[in-house]
RNA sequence: CGCGGGGUAGAGCAGUCUGGUAGCUCGUCGGGCUCAUAACCCGGAGGUCAUGUGGUUCAAAUCCCAUCCCCGCAA
């Protein structure tokens, strides 16, 4: 083992635990650096990000500051002076002067297959745009989003009933594994660095409420994939008479079923107890296995449709 | 003290405004019927109506007060 290596490690959701407990587990010297505290729920209580809790757990010095690129976020990296640094999902940009500090650079675990799919929300954004493949790839940081040299990259098939949550855990692991594959070529010097092809870049946008908002228009499989992609939030959803509803889980539908085939997209076609619920989209039908009217619970569409009658109802 | 919805049988709901025997759709148990089903028919069990030996009342799931829990929005 590589004794006392230190590294600087800048990661916020839960996407970045199993890289930092790697790291832990290879007795590294760290420091973390996260985002503050924000608040959350009902009551506007302060949440403490995950990766500050596993910091917190290990006895390892944690930094929030709001802008690691201040003044004082570069007097504290500094003082700490890292051997290397390591971003996973910090939500934060770096400085020049940042990337500067650490002898051996700094080193991005990014949830996708770059090129393809910089940016803020990778893993999502390939659900919703129904890639068959996506992956995790390891790059040196540089100034711009997601532009440094490829290091290491693995690839991996997304399931069709995955939804992002699910792939966010398989893809964290994979990436926490990458990471370290990564500095271990690093320090024996035998990692290759492969400079992306600008061409072939693509860049995916922050998800907004509105990203959730389905268009029932849209083909079965293209909203089953929004419905997997925008998963646990924004979640995708629709309006009954002006109220909100979640759309958590889809299906797509395989058997024949009769139903009016001349109803407008967002008709609940089938709405049965024993059946489920059916609603007609731009090119024949989708299943909706569980979902929420607001202010009540999540629940199975077939346990809903007990006390609520949907038949010939319409989603907009 | 951010705004709003809700807590009624194992599940999902109605009943609350206008106080007067606890209902519906399922499930479950028992029986019947059908080549068959998203089946159907008959019968039964199962609730201190979130909590308060709270207030009002002849009478509270329902009105008033307090507390707890769940959910949506906003951040």
Not at 114 to 125: S, T
Request: glycine share 6%; proline share 5%; hydrophobic share 40%.
């Amino acid at each position: 083992m590589t004794d006392k290596l230190k590294v600087a490690f800048c990661g916020t959701p839960d996407f970045a635990v199993p890289s930092l407990n790697k790291l832990i587990e290879r007795g590294y010297q760290l420091t973390v650096f996260t985002q503050p505290d924000r608040p959350k729920g009902r009551n506007n209580k302060l949440v403490a990000p995950p990766v500050k809790e596993i910091a917190l757990k290990n006895n390892i010095p944690v930094f929030q500051f709001e802008k690691i690129r201040s003044d004082e976020g570069v007097r504290t990296l500094k003082k700490f002076a890292p051997d290397l640094m390591v971003t996973a999902a910090f939500g934060q940009i770096l400085s020049q002067e940042n990337l500067d500090i650490p002898p051996l650079g700094c080193i991005n675990v990014h949830a996708s297959l770059l090129p393809k799919y910089r940016g803020a929300a990778p893993i999502q954004w390939s659900i919703i745009d129904g890639e068959e493949y996506t992956g995790v790839t390891t790059m040196m940081t540089d100034i711009g989003l997601d532009t440094g040299d490829i290091l290491l990259k693995e690839k991996v098939k997304i399931g069709e009933d995955e939804n992002c949550e699910e792939l966010f855990n398989r893809l964290s692991l994979i990436g926490a594994d990458l990471l370290v594959r990564t500095i271990d070529e690093l320090l024996a010097g035998t990692l290759p660095r492969i400079k992306q092809d600008a061409n072939q870049a693509t860049r995916c946008a922050m998800l907004k409420k509105e990203t959730g908002k389905i268009d029932f228009r849209m083909t079965s499989q293209q909203i089953h994939n929004l419905v997997r992609g925008t998963y646990s939030w924004p979640c995708a959803h629709a309006y009954m008479d002006d109220e909100l509803v979640k759309i958590w889980v889809t299906k797509k539908v395989d058997t024949d079923y009769d139903y009016n085939k001349d109803a407008e997209p967002g008709m609940c076609v089938i709405a049965n107890p024993k059946i489920g619920l059916f609603i007609k989209t731009g090119d024949g039908i989708i299943e909706v296995k569980e979902l929420q009217f607001q202010g009540s619970k999540r629940m199975d569409a077939k346990s809903l449709l007990l006390g609520k009658k949907l038949q010939d109802r319409k989603f907009i």
